[in-house]
């Protein structure tokens, strides 16, 4: 949702010519295994509607992946992932009003990215990517970063130190704390990073002590999505 509420981001092959599946058939019988980080391979187009479904716009062209969509906190862009020109996923932004092409967020190193989204100001994009010992390394541990929304210099958060990985940053509309999950001890839980240093605080839903939590938004009146691969038992 873009911050009024009033459209929709989101991503689709509606106009590939991709063969058709379904999506419940492709987690019981196929492998997930694709070449980039948080994504299918397969080609997908970025588009904007308005929240009842009506009045969608088409926003990016071509036979490449474009993912992971997000509105700017005016609504005026999308950042988003796309594979396009290379062989892993890259930070890329559009107008909403289709009034120009993509183009490419340019920052020094060129790290591939997952899962950019804008600071409350919009005057970072954060994102994670493959750090190790704060130098950037394609291979390396899958550390949160922040990059000005204009490109140039970005920066590993330093203290993002919790497990193996660390994925799926959202930023707390406070424009102090960034919502993330993490692995660690063989369990994917979800903590709130203070963005000016200190330690990650783990946030725990009852229920959910030993089960895998992922994916956390955080709205404006403190409400907080997230998803689980595991039902709570019940009696």
């Not at 058709?20 to 187009?45: A, C, E, L, P, Y």
């Not at 102090?176 to 903590?191: E, K, P, S, T």
């Not at 240093?197 to 009146?221: L, Q, W």
């Amino acid at each position: 949702y873009s911050a009024d509420g009033k459209r929709i981001v989101f991503a689709s092959d509606r106009d590939l010519d991709n063969p058709r599946f379904d999506m419940f058939d492709v987690g019981r019988t196929k492998t997930h295994n694709d070449g980039f980080k948080g994504g299918i391979t397969s080609g997908s187009n970025i588009y904007v509607m308005d929240a009842d479904g009506k009045n969608i716009q088409q926003l990016t062209t071509g036979s490449d992946f474009d993912g992971r969509p997000s509105f700017s906190p005016d609504g005026r862009t999308v950042v988003f992932l796309s594979s396009r020109g290379a062989n892993t996923l890259h930070i890329w932004t559009v107008p909403t009003d289709g009034s120009e092409p993509a183009v490419k967020l340019q920052l020094n190193g060129n790290p591939w990215a997952g899962r950019p989204r804008y600071s409350p100001n919009g005057k970072e994009i954060f994102f994670f990517s493959g750090v190790t010992d704060g130098e950037y390394v394609p291979t390396g541990r899958h550390t949160l970063c922040r990059a000005p929304s204009s490109g140039g210099e970005w920066q590993v958060i330093k203290n993002d130190t919790v497990g193996i990985s660390s994925h799926g940053p959202d930023p707390d509309p406070d424009g102090r704390h960034l919502w993330y999950h993490a692995a660690a001890n063989d369990l994917w839980c979800i903590y709130k990073l203070p963005l000016a240093g200190g330690v990650p605080i783990r946030f725990v839903p009852p229920g959910f002590e030993k089960h895998h939590i992922a994916h956390a938004t955080i709205a404006r009146n403190g409400c907080v999505s997230f998803d689980s691969r595991s039902y709570i038992e019940t009696p």
